[in-house]
Every structure is written in C-alpha cells, then in structure tokens.
C-alpha cells in the first residue's frame, strides 16, 4: 500500500525540534502522522494524520483502503458474531473512517456522531471529547433500536490519545445499552500504560470484553511544560510570522492564514460550475442518522455515474483535482473522489474542511503549510465560528469539487468571504456539488393530545382554576407502605415516580395545627402571592399562561391566577404538569402548550425552593426538548412563593417559613396524588398520570386554604406594592447558597450525599410524611412555624436537634444506614 509519505523530510520534525515533542513506536508512525500546533488551551499539540483526508490531501484510494483494511480485521476477530455488530465513528474527523471500517466489516449498519442537532430526532446518547475543539456528541440515530441490541459495539475514531472519549462514550451507552463486547478501532493507538490499564478497569467493571485495534501504536513524547511552551509559540508565530513561501502571501493579521482575496484586495470568484449529482432519493447524506447495508448497496449502484457527472465537468486539461469535504460530510465526498480517481485522467486528491483551528507554517518538517480561513455556513448550533481549509492554496491543483450537504449550501457559502471565494482565489476552477441533507422520518404521533382533565371530574377544584395535562389512573392500585416501597426500590432499582405512597391521614391534632397555622400566616401568604405575581406581570409577560409543577405548584398556581384577577382583572390561563426528577418533565404536556400558547409567555409555579434540584432539573429538560423538538421560547426560570435556597429571581419572599399547603398531601392539592410515570401506564404519546382521590372528599381543605389566603388580598395590597417597587430595585441574580448549606451539613453529619438532605419547613415536612427519615435538624429558637414538624417527628419516633445558625428554618435528613432505601437525584435508590 502507498503510505503516503515520500518525503525525505518528516512532516513533525518542525514542531519536534521546537517543542521536544517526538513519536515513539512502530516504524509506519511518521508515515501516518505529522505533527501541527494547535490554538486550543486544553493541548498544544495536533497529531496530523497522513491518510486520513482531513487535513492533508491525499489519495482517496489509500484513505478508504486504510479503513477497508481496518474492518477486515475487525471482521477476522468477531467472527460469527459480526453479523450482529454496530459501528459508531466519531465527529468530526472519523466519520469517513468509521464508514470505511463498516463497509470493510461487511453487511453492518453504520452511525455516526454529529455536533449538528437535528429538530424531531431524540437523542439515543451524548457524550463529551476531553481534548478537542469542540467537545459535545450526539447521536442521533433514526432508528432509536439501532444501539439498542446487545451485539457489539465498533467504536472507530482517528486517533486513541488518552482513551477518554471512547470511555465516555462506552460508559453512556453502557448504562443505557449494555452488551458483552466492544472493539475500539483508530489509525494510531497513542495511550499511555495508564491510559490502556482504564480501559482495562472498565472491562473489569463491566465484564465486558473491551479488543483494540489500530494501523499503528506508539506513544507521545512531552516534555515538561509543552502545553505553555507550545502556547507561546503559537502566539510567536501569529504575532511574528513563521515559515517562508506560501504562508508570506497571508494576510497580516494572521500570518498564516491564506485570504479569500487576491493581492490587490479585489475578490477574486472564477465562474462556480455546478455539479447535479443526481443523488439517489432516499439514500442518506452519511452515518449521521444510521446507513444501512441497504443503503450501502444503492448507494454503491449511483457511485459511477454521479462520478462520471463530476468528471464531464471538469474543465479540459485538468491534471491535478481536490475532491473538497466538508466537516462531517466525509464519506459521500471521499467515495465519490475515489470513484473519479479510477475513471479521471488526473491525479486526484481528497481532504475536508474542518473546524479545528491549526497554526499553519510553511515548512517541509510542519503537517500544515497553509490554511484558508472562511465563516461557516451551515448555521451551527454553537453560532458562527470561523473553519478552515489546509494545504489547500499553493498545493498545484487546477481544480477543486467542493461537495457540501444541502443544510450548507447556504449564502454565506457563496459570500464574498465564504469557503468558494476562498477556494477561487487559489485555485482556477472550483466545481460545486451538493448532496441532499438526510431527513430522518419523524415518528408517528396522534392528531391530537387531549385535553387537560377539570374539575370535578378531576380535582376538587373549580374546572376554571387549573387544567391537569395529566391522564387520570385513579382505577389503578398503586400505592404501597412507605417503608415496603422504599425497599422496592432499592432492591429492584425502580423508580420514585413508578408507584405512590399510602396517602398521609392526618390525626385530629395535626389538622388543628394545620388551620392554626393557616390561620397564623394567611397574611403572609397572601403578601408573597401577590409580591411574585407582579414580579411575574412586570417582568415576565403582561399576559402569562401559568403552568404549575403538579401537585406542590398547583395551589401556589392557582392563587396567582386570583390575585391576577383581583389586582388587574384578568383571567390568567394555568395548567398544572408533571416533572420527575431524573426523568425530566412532561414533553408531551410541553408539545401541548407550544401547539396552542407562545412558549414565550409560559411561566412555570412551585411552592418553593429547597436546594434547588427541581430547578436544575427543569433547566435540563427544557433545553432537551427544545433540542429534539425544535420548539423555543420556553423559559425554565420556576416562579416560587419562597426562594430560601436563593435559586431563582422570580419569587414572593427568600424567607423559610411555613406554607401551610406542605402540612398535607392530596387533601389541600385538589385531592390529586403525586404524579406517575411507569411504561405500563404511560405511552410515548401520553401525559404522565395521576390518581384523584374523591373518597378522601371528607377531610379536603383544598379550596378553603385557597379562600384564607385569597380573603386576606385587600388588607395587603398597599404592602405588596411597596415590596414589589423594592425587589425590583435589588440584585437577585441566584447565588444557591442553600446548595453549599446543603453540602456542608451532608458532610457535617457523615452524610456524604446532597440528595439525602432536604431542607426548609415544606421539604422537611415531606420527609416525614412519605419518607422514612432519620433526623430533622431545627433552628435555635424556631417558633410556631415548626409545631408540625414536632408533631410529626413525635409520631414517628424521629429525633429533633436544634442547631445554631442553622440557613433554614429546619433540615430533613435520610440516611440509608436508618432506612430500607433512599432515593437519589436520579430517583433511584442510594444504595451504602
């Protein structure tokens, strides 16, 4: 095979002599690699692959021959078992590669990751790359069954530095998929022996067979202090200029880069020529979405004819072409130069556009002698950013096929700065062909969500207070004793939101407190109800649509919908939805919403905030389904009554004090239990369940409690204003300080874990109605605010320490050494 590299003088000796870097191992590594610098704070250096065809030109025989070669071998080594294999190349650079590999393999699908989010396609996994550019993966499968079996797993990337990136990815997919075996497969295995002993130690884990295979294997030879020396010299070469020839024409801003635009500063645009490819309908743009054997096959049919499309347009006399990728687009590209390179009177050559920002030195020992600079022009999802082009301009070719996906054939493509201006400045005849972007089917969904459930029908409330985008499951038997509950969950790893706790009934006594209490602080109340509600009219939205996290929200909810009405006489619309924590919220409730409000006007109600994990929690899930669905404007800032956990900006007070609606469960939430999510029970295309508990009607204080606080509206009114002209004035910017209270007191009390730690009077008081608790830590002094807390922590036999200076009102503590499970920030059980 040709290696690629005649040159007497090796593409790395330039950086080697300057840095100390070196390569260490077998023979073939420094016909593979190069070595370039690097801009990016994390590593200075960049090992340039030789036939790869990202940076360098090369033939597109030897770039797809490198990873027919691999697959073959991944062939030999599975066996039978290859018939049941994946193959998953890495962005961007391995995408070409890891296709390549696949079709080596044989009859095997192929996937790719991608940095490019895709509206209606749900992620089946992400993960993050340590040490590049730009770190985040998603994969995006059109077929969410695609990683799902459980044959193995080819896992195929350019480079195996450190092994961190293919950990990671092995570790995610794990948890969600596991199967028995996975290959790692790259051009050249570079790990140290304590990079190879983790991968070693996640095998040992997992008892899962882990096999490398590389082209090549060495090591990297740093020196102390590389990465700031490295650091230096970039910003030496940038500032002072380095190498001679090619990199002297660059602009002076950037000495090595090569400018879009001739000498005299006038563009310089040759006629575009472009290329229908007639691309096979149906056939996907590349792995992004999965590529199939089917694929494969059509694919394989078309490749002569687009290939000889391409060459008829060559301009006559042409002897040297570059077949131009563009960044993940890298297969199509490459198979179609191959194609060429075996039908063309002329010497062809492959590379891709990139991301990846390089130093370019023209100088035979250095991988990158020059660098086009242009804007990107597929609307990125990270925004704009410039790319690049390497060894490019002064490499001798008389044309150049720039073959982009439709998604990027965008004007900034063809803008006086863009890619084919850069490319006519040095290059006579530039060819353009566009491959049609994929668009993945979406999955079938229903004409129509439901409507949400009213009252009486569901709830005790009034049907205009509050619309639960819930399905009702009152029918079903899913409640179980706190303590058998828990022990399910920790024994079997189920889930919080998979089944209720026998609802709390209260004692005599305790509903005395409870209206005393009610009673003590209605005012109050009714003084943050109406204190977040103008924050919420004057901030957020003139015409909010309330959406309240059920069921602790939905009270809290429905009382900003009164003082709306009573203050300024407007009917609010409000909703009442559910978020599991470690699941995320309702995306079906949210698709409801965006069909008919503007998610702009969406605020979403809680009772208050502890340490602020729901927070956390609906900050994720509404950037995943804006993500997936496309849809934006969903704020996910929560509107609370009370912020002691200073978690958020919209709230009535930071104070810890008792909000008499978390003395008790379903008796003052409308009758309605917490929600549930179980596979059994709710669709892909359901709301999240609830049950309503119409016998419990006796002992309901749903509406009265609404009717103390809204009662004592007028009193208040003139304060709420003034409280309202002084919180506006003030910083609120969140400094969750309740998180690093939390973590100090896990640790004070040997903890060892936040989510086991519930602070504030309404989740201590939860603590004690449906957990099995282990103490509850009282401030010094606490008053009235704490009589039912004393009252439940004496009826179940929990001890009460008062603590100085304590940031809450009161602590709940769960350990699990003291109860038969605990659940986690997941949802799952905490297991010691």
């Excluded at 939860?766 to 009826?795: C, N, S, T």
Aim: aromatic share 6%.
């Amino acid at each position: 095979m040709n290696n690629a590299v005649n040159d007497a003088v090796w593409s790395g000796s330039w950086v080697a002599e300057r840095l100390g870097v070196g390569l260490v191992g077998d023979d073939d590594l420094p016909a593979l690699l190069g070595l370039a610098l690097r801009r990016n704070p994390k590593r200075a250096h960049l090992l340039v692959s030789n036939v790869l065809g990202k940076h360098v030109p090369q033939s597109p025989a030897v770039v797809y021959e490198y990873g027919l070669r691999l697959g073959r071998r991944v062939a030999a080594l599975l066996g039978e078992e290859r018939a049941g294999a994946v193959v998953l190349g890495y962005a961007e650079t391995a995408t070409g590669l890891g296709h390549a590999v696949a079709d080596g393999l044989g009859a095997v699908p192929y996937l790719h990751s991608t940095r490019r989010p895709v509206p209606g396609v749900a992620p089946a996994g992400g993960f993050e790359e340590s040490h590049s550019h730009a770190t985040s993966h998603l994969l995006l499968p059109e077929d969410p069954v695609l990683l799902a079996g459980d044959g193995p797993l080819v896992l195929v990337d350019d480079e195996f530095s450190t092994g961190n990136t293919v950990l990671n990815t092995m570790r995610d997919l794990h948890e969600r998929y596991p199967r028995e075996r996975y290959v790692v497969v790259a051009l050249v295995d570079m790990r140290s022996a304590e990079d190879s002993a983790r991968l070693a130690r996640f095998a040992r884990e997992t008892g899962a067979r882990v096999d490398v295979i590389a082209a090549a294997s060495g090591t990297v030879r740093l020196p102390e202090g590389v990465l700031e020396k490295g650091q230096r010299l970039v910003a030496e070469c940038e500032s002072a200029g380095c190498g001679a020839g090619a990199a002297a024409r660059a602009r002076a801003a950037e000495p090595r880069d090569v400018s879009s635009r001739a000498p005299g500063g006038a563009p310089r645009s040759g006629p575009l020529t472009r290329v229908d490819l007639h691309w096979p309908a149906g056939v996907p743009d590349g792995g992004r979405h999965g590529f199939t054997p089917a694929h494969r096959a059509r694919l394989e049919a078309a490749l002569p004819a687009m290939a000889g499309r391409i060459r008829e347009a060559l301009p006559v006399g042409a002897r040297r072409v570059l077949v131009l990728g563009f960044e993940e687009l890298m297969y199509a590209p490459l198979r179609l130069a191959r194609e060429l390179e075996q039908a063309a009177d002329a010497e062809v050559r492959f590379s891709t556009t990139t991301r990846s920002p390089v130093l370019a030195v023209d100088d035979p020992g250095y991988a990158i002698r020059s660098r086009l600079v242009f804007p990107a022009h597929d609307d990125p999802a990270d925004g704009p950013g410039e790319r690049y082009a390497y060894n490019v301009a002064g490499a001798g070719f008389d044309a150049v096929v720039a073959v982009v996906d439709s998604v990027a054939d965008t004007p900034a493509l063809h803008a006086p700065d863009g890619l084919l201006a850069a490319l006519a400045a040095h290059v006579p005849h530039v060819l353009l062909a566009v491959v049609p972007s994929y668009v993945p089917h979406a999955p079938e969904r229903p004409a129509m969500l439901p409507e949400p459930l009213r009252g009486p029908a569901f709830s005790s409330y009034a049907p205009e207070e509050v619309g639960w985008l819930l399905q009702d499951l009152s029918d079903v038997t899913l409640e179980a004793p706190t303590e058998e509950r828990e022990e399910a969950i920790q024994r079997g790893g189920a889930h919080y939101a998979e089944s209720l706790p026998v609802e709390y009934q209260p004692s005599a006594r305790y509903q005395e407190l409870f209206h005393a209490a009610l009673d003590a602080s209605a005012a109050r109340l009714a003084q943050a109800v109406g204190v977040v509600t103008e924050t919420v009219l004057t901030e957020r939205s003139p015409r909010p649509v309330l959406v309240s996290l059920a069921r602790a929200g939905t009270p809290v909810g429905i009382l900003i919908r009164r003082w709306a009405r009573f203050r300024h006489g407007i009917d609010l619309p409000h909703y009442a939805v559910s978020i599991v924590r470690g699941r995320g919220i309702d995306a079906n409730a949210l698709r409801w919403l965006a069909d008919r409000h503007d998610p702009r006007d969406v605020v979403f109600v809680d009772g208050w905030t502890g340490k602020g994990a729901i927070t956390r929690e609906l900050a994720e899930a509404v950037e995943e389904f804006e993500r997936k669905e496309g849809v934006t404007g969903f704020d996910p800032e929560i509107a609370v009554l009370a912020d002691p956990g200073s978690c958020v900006r919209t709230y009535g007070t930071r104070e810890d004090f008792l909000i008499p609606s978390a003395c008790l469960n379903s008796t003052v939430s409308g009758l309605i239990s917490r929600t549930v999510l179980r596979a059994d029970l709710v669709g892909p295309h359901d709301f999240h369940g609830a049950k309503f508990y119409r016998e419990l009607a006796g002992a309901d204080v749903s509406v009265a409690f609404l009717d103390a606080v809204a009662a004592r509206f007028p009193e208040v009114a003139d304060g709420v204003d003034s409280a309202v002209k002084e919180l506006l004035a003030t910083d609120r910017t969140p400094t969750w300080a309740g998180w690093r209270a939390v973590e100090r007191i896990s640790e004070e009390y040997g903890i060892h874990d936040v989510n086991l730690v519930k602070p504030g009077v309404g989740e201590t008081t939860r603590v004690l109605l449906r957990r099995v608790p282990w103490k509850i830590l009282a401030r010094a002094g606490a008053g009235a605010d704490l009589d039912h807390v004393r009252l439940l922590a004496e009826q179940r036999g929990v001890p009460v320490e008062e603590v100085d200076d304590l940031p809450y009102t009161c602590v709940g503590l769960i350990h699990p050494r003291y109860t038969r499970g605990a659940t986690g920030a997941d949802g799952k059980a905490v297991n010691v």
